[in-house]
Nanobody
């Protein structure tokens, strides 16, 4: 299973970006999908996750500004980021807990990371 992220880039404070992450390869099912982020010298932190049934969870720092969603038919997870702040300017990573084939165990997959820059 490969995860490919897109949608990052430069935005002014208060602006919006939408990140996408599409999974490809041998996929039987995907349980949880999530976005993490990591600043230089710091641990990777959970931004938001969404379970297969649609239940979502957000970090306190992004509640009310970010929205996670998923398209199961496309094996894709999105992160709509509004009212971006300079402290949101870090690398974002897509994560999926997926089962590649029927009967196989579930594995944890990561995207390569995508940079978000917030600057005027």
């Amino acid at each position: 299973v490969q995860l490919v992220e897109s949608g990052g880039g430069l935005v002014q404070p208060g602006g919006s970006l939408r990140l996408s992450c599409a999974a490809s390869g041998s996929i039987f099912s995907i349980n949880a999908m999530a976005w993490y982020r990591q600043a230089p010298g710091k641990q990777r932190e959970l931004v938001a996750n969404i379970l297969s049934g649609g239940l979502t969870n957000y970090a306190d720092s992004v509640k009310g500004r970010f929205t996670i969603s998923r398209d199961n038919a496309k094996n894709t997870v999105y992160l709509q980021m509004n009212n971006l702040k300079p402290e949101d300017a870090v690398v974002y990573y897509c994560n999926m807990k997926a089962t590649p084939t029927s009967g196989s165990p579930q594995y944890n997959y990561w995207g390569q990371g995508i940079q978000v820059t917030v600057s005027s």
